[in-house]
């Protein structure tokens, strides 16, 4: 059975296993639980009351908390020093796949 979502978190609910395609070619091919390990030590959760985030990071999701936004990144080290570690889900998974994707690509 093929099933074809652009929402990551559906793939939990009805299999351990799964393909992610990029451009035409599979570029992982594995347990859920692996996608998450790969993501594991490059999501981070950071409150800000001012601007969002910049540089060298993939803000996954931005939720309104009153005085600011809580933003979920994902990013190879850790982006601020008020950035708090968080547990990888799918879509984390899915997000470092698609960064290293995208630094692997030859410039055109």
Same mark, same amino acid.
């Given at each position: 059975? +093929? +099933? #074809?979502?652009?929402?990551?978190?559906?793939?939990?609910?009805? %299999? #351990?296993? +799964? /393909?992610?395609?990029?451009? @035409?070619?599979?570029?992982? *091919?594995?347990?859920?639980?692996?996608?998450?390990?790969?993501?594991?030590? =490059?999501?981070?959760?950071?409150?800000?009351? @001012? &601007? /969002?985030?910049?540089?060298? !990071?993939?803000?996954? %999701?931005? +939720?309104?908390? @009153? /005085?600011?936004?809580?933003? =979920?990144?994902?990013?190879? =080290? *850790?982006? %601020? $020093?008020? &950035?708090? $570690? /968080?547990? $990888? %889900? !799918?879509?984390?998974?899915?997000?470092?796949?698609?960064?290293? *994707?995208?630094? &692997?690509? $030859? &410039?055109?």
């Amino acid at each position: 059975v +093929l +099933l #074809s979502t652009h929402i990551v978190e559906d793939i939990a609910q009805t %299999s #351990s296993r +799964l /393909a992610v395609l990029a451009n @035409g070619r599979v570029i992982f *091919q594995g347990e859920t639980t692996t996608l998450l390990e790969i993501a594991r030590g =490059r999501v981070w959760t950071l409150d800000l009351a @001012g &601007a /969002a985030p910049t540089g060298d !990071l993939t803000v996954v %999701s931005a +939720l309104n908390v @009153g /005085a600011g936004m809580r933003y =979920r990144l994902v990013t190879d =080290r *850790q982006p %601020s $020093p008020d &950035a708090q $570690p /968080a547990d $990888p %889900s !799918l879509e984390d998974g899915y997000v470092t796949l698609m960064r290293r *994707q995208r630094t &692997a690509e $030859p &410039a055109a």
